[in-house]
């Protein structure tokens, strides 16, 4: 499955956000872990607290924590917030990607691959934060 890195990151985030609910975690601690530019994850945080998803607190016991209960957090709202343009299966609407296949409707096996998106699209819109974490700590089963 394609996806971006900034949801993967996005998910991650919050996901250890969630798991140290309490205590506001800095922007610079977050990237040294996940190794990744603290800029790059600095905008995350930035979109997901335009979203309401996490809030902010400057200086030097700031940083960021949950703003919402992982119940209340749809991946899909994730996803719409960190990637407007949306998320789509790599059978075939995304242009100019390599690797990707693009279906035309014309395309017999094109109803297939739709119905599966649909499918996917529903996951998300029913999945939750609260979910995902439930899943990690049951390794994927």
């Known amino acids: 499955m394609l996806t ?3 949801i993967g990151y996005g998910l ?3 996901y250890d ?3 140290n609910a309490e205590d506001f975690q800095s922007a610079r601690a977050l990237a040294e872990s996940y190794r990744v ?3 790059f994850l600095r905008r995350i ?3 997901l ?3 309401g998803f996490v809030e902010a607190q400057k200086g030097r016991i700031g940083g960021y924590k949950l703003a919402k209960r992982p119940e209340e957090i749809r991946i899909a709202q994730v996803i719409r917030a960190l990637e407007p343009e949306g998320l789509e299966l790599g059978y075939g609407r995304v242009a100019g990607r390599a690797g990707v296949v693009s279906l035309p409707q014309s395309c017999p096996t094109w109803p297939f691959w739709n119905r599966l998106e649909e ?3 529903r996951e998300l819109e029913a999945a939750t934060l609260a ?3 439930a899943l990690s700590k049951r390794g994927g089963k």
Do not use: N, Q, S, Y
């Open 4 to 6: 971006t890195k900034r």
């Open 12 to 14: 991650r985030l919050l």
């Open 17 to 19: 956000l969630a798991a």
């Open 37 to 39: 530019p603290e800029t």
């Open 45 to 47: 945080l930035m979109d």
């Open 49 to 51: 607290r335009r979203a």
């Open 119 to 121: 499918k996917f699209l």
């Open 131 to 133: 979910d995902l974490i």
